[in-house]
């Protein structure tokens, strides 16, 4: 029922879009609709069970319409925790290297509908960190996501936006890193800016 839902009111609006994309006058290619920016990821947790996780996401894209902005997108994160049991410390890292491409659907003057197809490759080792011994040796993971959500911003096209959104991963691949280790979906968070090049045309 929600993805039908979804599905409805992406058809909407891209419907919406397309109209009035129709009816605009092209000029061809404009260097002040191009885009750069992203969002940083940092988390950190102590105690025995200590998390420390950093990375980003950065992304390029053009404003294709005033309602769409299209782009290409990548990201890198190392996360490292640890857990002590009384003896000794599990230690897991995980290094998550992606590439992807976004394509955003502003249907109003703050919300957006952000789609996200995305490829990673996700290095992963867990040892005892007293003596160095593999619980699981380097292991290399791939994956692929779709990633699907909402989000609120303030966009000036020529100038600068900020953006905060909640995606969710629509594929079930084993070993996407947006589920949680029984496949169900974790909801992925991520606020950032992009800044255009150029300057506004007056």
């Known amino acids: 029922m929600k993805q039908l839902i979804f599905a409805s009111l992406l058809f909407i609006t891209a419907f919406d879009v397309s109209t ?9 290619f404009d260097f002040n609709k191009m885009f750069a920016g992203g969002s940083v990821v940092l988390g950190l947790g102590f105690g025995n069970n200590s998390q420390l ?21 990548g990201n890198y994160i190392y996360s490292s925790s640890s857990v002590f049991d009384g003896y000794y410390t599990s230690k897991t890292n995980i290094t998550q290297i992606g590439l992807g491409f976004f394509g955003r659907i502003h249907f109003s003057d703050n919300f957006f509908i952000h789609l996200q197809p995305e490829f990673n490759n996700i290095k ?79």
């Not at 009035?20 to 061809?28: C, H, V, W, Y």
């Open 20 to 28: 009035s994309f129709a009816q605009e006058t092209k000029d061809g």
């Open 53 to 73: 996780t950093l990375g980003g996401n950065p992304e390029i894209g053009y404003s294709i319409h005033k309602n769409v902005d299209l782009g290409i997108c």
């Open 124 to 202: 992963y080792r867990q040892f005892v960190k007293e003596t160095n011994v593999d619980i699981i040796p380097d292991t290399t993971l791939r994956s692929s996501s779709f990633l699907a959500g909402i989000g609120y911003g303030t966009r000036d096209i020529g100038n600068f936006n900020f953006f905060t959104l909640i995606m969710v991963d629509l594929r079930k691949d084993l070993y996407s890193p947006y589920r949680s280790y029984n496949g169900s979906i974790s909801p992925i968070i991520r606020s950032g800016f992009n800044f255009y090049f150029g300057r506004k045309k007056k």
